[in-house]
């Protein structure tokens, strides 16, 4: 109760001292080349003369603004409003009766000098450019979460970021913030910190590769870098090898060989740009192809998945070394039809219990699967084919089973009678 008494003593003390006068609107906020008009008028007395006093003194019909008479009392018209309009209005009567309109005028929030994408060096302390006009700047990543660095300060013209690395490689957001009229603006920056190849998994001094003859082996060189990198293969020590194919994608180069005698090796991969350079040797060794597996059985099926069990070759039976002994399988399949489409393949390692699961595949359906082994070397000739079937599913004719996994028991002397596994 006391606050609104309080309340109402102060209008009637502002009205003592403005008298009658009203003004359409007593604070105004614009921006730049706005055009509008305020009104002053006494709703007592329409007959009363208004004059106009702006920042720099009277207003009449011929100054900045001008001054109208309409219906609804003296006007000062603004038109195309500059920062220099800003300031305190007083309209006056003779009778020293008066009312105020203040005016605020925004330029408009706008960036300068502030490109989308902008590059520095790695180790260099690069300024992220943001420049705003008409208002305030705030900075944040693209998730917006806050830029909490101590490598990192706004300064007046950007974002200074000290000794930059290639993680500080990402989009910033530049906010810019009108808080008189509420404007606010994004600006997505991407930065790119450029530096030297540098390969992506830490490696030894020298990378073995194994291949057999009359195969082929795939030498792989993959590396980070800012521009990209340009990519030479030589074998060693300077000659460059020209018996293979080379193919390149951003930032990776694979050389693929067809392996005679004269093709293993030593290879050197160099990967370059403007920054610096990285360098590879490969030793390409000769290995031994592996044999397809012993035996490819079913341990189990359900509607939708196909449990294998997968036995690998003895390679000691070829004299092989321990490096060449299986590593895992390829396991191709499709459905048994006269049009089964194209094979599909998984990659799985060996597998200390000797499941080999497919998964997502169709119910009721007859499956041709048949089996690689896998070393460092290579992949052997696949298996002849065996045929299996998932199990129908809970809504084919009624079925209903239990439970997820229903194991399907084969004797092994079927096995061994029925199925060839090495094709002749």
């Given amino acids: 109760m006391t606050s609104y008494v309080i309340i109402c003593l102060m209008f009637m ?12 609107q007593d604070i105004a906020v614009k921006v730049v080349n706005s055009t509008f008009f305020v009104s002053c008028y006494d709703p007592d007395n329409s007959s009363v003369v208004v004059t106009w006093i702006g920042p720099r003194g009277p207003l009449g019909h011929h100054t900045r603004p001008k001054v109208q008479t309409g219906s609804d009392g003296t006007r000062i018209l603004f038109i195309n409003t500059t920062l220099d309009d800003g300031g305190k209005y007083v309209c006056t009567t003779s009778e020293n009766d008066r009312a105020e309109f203040r005016l605020t005028v925004e330029a408009p929030l706008e960036f300068m000098d502030t490109p989308t994408e902008q590059k520095a060096s790695e180790g260099s302390d690069v300024t992220v450019r943001c420049e705003v006009r008409g208002g305030r700047r705030t900075w944040s990543y693209e998730d917006n979460n806050e830029i909490n660095d101590t490598r990192i300060d706004i300064i007046g013209d950007g974002l200074l970021i000290r000794n930059a690395s290639r993680r500080d490689s990402k989009v910033y957001i530049c906010k810019a913030v009108q808080p008189n009229t509420g404007t606010i603006k994004d600006r997505r920056i991407k930065l790119t910190i450029e530096h030297a190849p540098t390969f992506i998994t830490p490696q030894a001094k020298e990378d073995h590769v194994y291949g057999y003859l009359n195969g082929y082996a795939n030498l792989t060189c993959f590396v980070e870098a800012e521009p990209k990198a340009k990519f030479e293969w030589l074998s060693s020590p300077t000659k460059v090898r020209k018996t293979g194919n080379v193919t390149e994608s951003p930032n990776q180069s694979i050389l693929q060989l067809k392996l005679e005698k004269l093709t293993f090796g030593k290879y050197k991969c160099r990967a370059s740009n403007r920054w610096g350079k990285a360098e590879r040797v490969i030793i390409l060794e000769e290995g031994v192809k592996p044999e397809p597996p012993e035996f490819l059985e079913l341990r189990g099926a359900n509607s939708d998945l196909l449990d294998l069990g997968i036995k690998g070759p003895d390679m000691r039976k070829l004299n092989a070394s321990d490096s060449m002994r299986p590593i895992g399988f390829n396991v191709r399949f499709k459905p048994h039809k006269e049009d089964g489409g194209d094979w599909c393949h998984r990659e799985f390692n ?8 497919l998964r997502h595949l169709n119910h009721n359906t007859e499956y041709e699967v048949e089996a690689a ?22 809504n084919d ?5 239990e439970p997820e996994l229903v194991f399907v028991l084969i004797p092994v002397t079927f096995l061994l009678t029925s199925t060839t596994f090495h094709k002749l």
């Fill in 373 to 394: 082994t896998r070393n460092l070397a290579g992949l052997s000739e696949y298996s002849n084919t065996s045929i299996f079937r998932t199990l129908p599913s809970v």
């Fill in 397 to 401: 004719n009624g079925f209903n089973l």
């Fill in 350 to 357: 060996v597998s200390q219990d000797n499941s080999y699961v």
């Fill in 13 to 24: 003390v502002i009205k003592l001292i403005q008298g009658s006068l009203v003004v359409t």
